[in-house]
């Protein structure tokens, strides 16, 4: 499956690819890829919160540029941390947990998308 996403989230989610981190796209855009389009101005990610992964999106943070003053390499591994990039309706959210779901349980039905 394919779908399209504006250049900044598509870099960012190449950059988490590149780092080899663990994280799932949640959200309006996961929706999307499934055939149930919402309308959206953000791109929520979803990280695996544990001190390696942390290590990785860190590394894809630095090279996608992102402005990381505010963030610690320890918030990346400790759960309920929500890490905004940008301004709406632009704006990339890295979560490091959701409410009522389990990663471990989200990344064994993952589906893989290609982005374009």
Partial sequence: MVIGMNRDFAEMLDALSAAGAEFLIVGA??????????????????????????????????????PLTELRLEDLATPQIVFQIGIAPARIDILTSLTALKFDDAWSRRQMVEIE
């Fill in 29 to 66: 855009h996961a929706l999307a890829a499934h055939g149930r389009p919402r309308a959206t101005g953000d791109l929520d990610i979803w990280i695996r919160p544990s001190a390696e992964n942390a290590e990785r999106v860190w590394r894809a943070l630095v090279q996608f540029g992102a």
